[in-house]
């Protein structure tokens, strides 16, 4: 049997960020390639934390401000 997402295996990571001074919500992008986001693309509001569930691999995540700043530079998350 052929599962491409386990939900048993998933982990709850939590992203964590400091504000940007302007910024109305924040966007988190999470990837399993670096510079490809395909895991999680959203707005996820005027937070500075966020929590994503993930099964065991090697991620890569950044995050971008909206209304002002630039985006973070790409992190490299490994969840075991």
């Known amino acids: 049997l052929l599962r491409l997402y386990d939900s048993s295996f998933a982990r709850a990571v939590a992203f964590t960020w400091t504000a940007v001074d302007g910024a109305t919500s924040y966007i988190l992008l999470v990837g399993s390639v670096s510079g490809t ?11 500075l934390t966020a929590e994503v569930r993930l099964t065991p691999s090697t991620y890569y995540a950044r995050v971008v401000p909206v209304g002002a700043g630039s985006p973070t530079a790409e992190q490299t998350w490994v969840v075991a």
Do not use: E
């Not at 986001?37 to 937070?47: L, Q, S």
């Open 37 to 47: 986001y395909g895991i999680h693309n959203a707005d996820v509001g005027n937070v």
